[in-house]
């Protein structure tokens, strides 16, 4: 589904699949954000040739974090070609191919896949025409980050699990799975508080699952979901 004109949903809830995937073309090929679970993968592919493009022309998958409904497909990508980026924090369930020892969700498994590129720290990274800020907001998982991406007179915020819009008018904005096990309600606070002291205007609000949020009103999704953290996840 094309959301804007350089924006496509190509794999999530609205084709059956689990975790939001998002294509963006630049000069030299495509960029993903996330890349589902290892389900998704044929109706990724399906999508992108729709649309014109090959799995080969997958140039990167930027990870918003490393649980199998977003990272699943990595390595079915990086086979193709594609570099793989996930912050440093979520590379061992990414090499593991499940959530960490010790973790009861024993059915969130992936096909091990070894990140190109691991993020630490906030920073910014060039792909073709593309450059996409990169901001390190722990708390859903030690690794979580956000791509914020501005290009024409478009932002568009990929958000992950840290938050999602959701309701019949996409007016609400609700945290994600606690489930994880470095889960941290004091880190998903401390990054509430940086993500709003960056006054960021999307016109975009991609989450991680359920649909986006468009137009001048998506920048208030950030005060939704920060309200909503402070009511429901301390
Ligand atoms: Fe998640």
Request: net charge negative; charged share 25%; aromatic share 10%.
């Amino acid at each position: 589904m094309q959301i804007r004109k350089n924006l496509y949903l190509v794999s999530g809830g609205i084709y059956g699949q689990l975790g939001n995937v998002w294509m963006i073309p630049h000069e030299k090929g495509c960029v993903l954000i996330d890349c589902g679970s290892p389900d998704s993968y044929q109706t990724i592919c399906r999508n992108l040739e729709y649309w014109g493009y090959e799995s080969t022309d997958v140039t990167d998958v930027l990870c918003t974090h490393g649980h199998d409904d977003h990272a699943g497909s990595a390595y079915l990508f990086q086979k193709n070609g594609a570099k793989i980026t996930v912050g440093a924090g979520d590379a061992v369930m990414m090499r593991r191919g499940d959530l960490g020892e010790g973790s009861p969700f024993l059915n969130h498994k992936m096909p091990v896949c070894i990140p190109d590129n691991l993020i630490e720290k906030d920073c910014v990274i060039n792909i073709g025409d593309l450059t996409i800020k990169v901001i390190t907001v722990p708390g859903h998982t030690d690794g979580s980050v956000l791509y914020y991406l501005e290009k024409d007179d478009e932002k568009w915020l990929f958000t992950g699990d840290m938050f999602c819009c959701e309701g019949e008018k996409g007016d609400i904005a609700v945290t994600w799975w606690k489930g994880d096990l470095n889960y941290s309600s004091e880190k998903l606070g401390d990054s509430f508080r940086k993500l709003w002291a960056l006054n960021l205007e999307p016109n975009v609000i991609a989450g991680g699952h359920n649909n986006p949020r468009i137009g001048e009103e998506a920048k208030d999704m950030i005060m939704t979901a920060y309200k909503y953290y402070m009511l429901n996840n301390r």
